[in-house]
């Protein structure tokens, strides 16, 4: 496990500032697979495969699960063999180190 996975996520508040783009891309380094996307704001992005539809489901699920422990949502498209979470902190309207924890969450998945 690294370090940001053994990190909580805290809440955030409107008026703090995103992360800025130079420190996301340095983050990216700490979570293996995520990609910098933005649509307006940025976000981190990862998509992962399955072997079935019941496999994304049960994947879909225990990321909602971490979800709920840390109180930080992401979004989630999934459907037969496939699913994509995308990250990013509604409330600063940007990335913030909450994002890149529950990213290394999420990859930690099925390695405890």
Known sequence: M???ASKRCV???????????????NMLAEVDGWNLAEDGVLKIQ???KFDDFKSALGFVNEVGKIAEEE???PE?????GKAVVTLYTHAVSGLSENDFILAAKINNLGQE
Request: net charge neutral.
């Open 2 to 4: 690294n370090d940001l």
């Open 11 to 25: 809440p955030c508040e409107g008026g703090t500032p995103p992360m800025r783009r130079v420190e996301a891309e």
């Open 46 to 48: 990862r998509k992962f």
């Open 71 to 73: 109180g930080h949502h």
């Open 76 to 80: 989630i498209i999934f459907g037969w």
